[in-house]
């Protein structure tokens, strides 16, 4: 199977992964097992070009090396967890040549979500990337998530209340499963401009979220006027609870 036909097959919906490494063919090597287990993936080389990746494409998690010429993957670790385009949070998975302790902990120090020696098992890191979403961005791990009568599936996009299925737009989704995954955390209407539509208000109006809170409460409030899911907070933002 060729690269290009890899790509044509990819799962757009698919959380995007970020391979980090100046050796062309570990990046190869890595871009296929986790096109296999289901990601999307994009390769950056060295250290500036791993930073606007991930300025530029958004992705899910970043597969950093850390011997990198130039910037090198601590010197990137360093400044995403500094907050480099917004992103502190991002999930990184570092790959090193050194299985001493020291480096290791100076990696999980700085805030590396996971720590890989090589050589390793392709098939070891897809897990690795699938167990760090899981922790850090669980809307995107494809496992079902419930809010009290909600069950949303990431892997088929489907929504049930109760027994009914619920038909929303592709961005919809997003929005619920991303509020789901983290049940009764309040986030303003920036954060969910950041972390569901990868954008922010320069690009898009906060008025963006507002118009998708209201229409999911017409999908799955009672009464959309007096919701008890998917719920304001004063002056902060929104929350997705149980209901009572």
């Known amino acids: 199977m060729t690269h290009a036909v890899r790509e044509q097959a990819a799962d757009h919906s698919a959380p995007l992964v970020l391979v980090v490494d100046d050796d062309a063919a570990i990046r190869t090597v890595v871009r296929w097992q986790l096109d296999d287990a289901g990601f999307r993936v994009v390769e950056a080389e060295d250290g500036p070009a791993s930073l606007r990746r991930i300025a530029d494409d958004r992705p899910a998690l970043v597969v950093l090396d850390l011997s990198l010429p130039g910037v090198g993957g601590l010197d990137v670790l360093r400044s995403v967890r500094q907050g480099h385009a917004g992103r502190a949070d991002l999930p990184i998975i570092v790959l090193s040549g050194r299985s001493g302790e020291t480096d ?141």
Not at 121 to 148: C, F, M, N
């Open 104 to 244: 290791r902990i100076v990696g999980l120090d700085l805030g590396a979500d996971d720590y890989l020696v090589k050589p390793f098992s392709p098939g070891e890191l897809a897990a690795r990337v699938r167990s760090v979403l899981r922790r850090t961005s669980p809307e995107l791990s494809g496992e079902v998530v419930r809010v009290g009568e909600l069950r949303i599936e990431p892997g088929t996009r489907r929504v049930l209340l109760g027994e009914t299925d619920i038909d929303l737009t592709p961005k919809e989704f997003d929005l619920l499963a991303f509020l789901a995954a983290h049940p009764r955390h309040v986030f303003s209407r920036g954060q969910l401009l950041e972390r569901v539509w990868n954008s922010s208000s320069d690009w898009l109006g906060e008025a963006t979220v507002t118009e998708h809170v209201h229409r999911l409460r017409c999908k799955i409030e009672q009464d959309p006027a007096h919701p008890r899911l998917l719920r304001t907070v004063r002056g902060v933002g929104y929350q997705l609870v149980e209901g009572t």
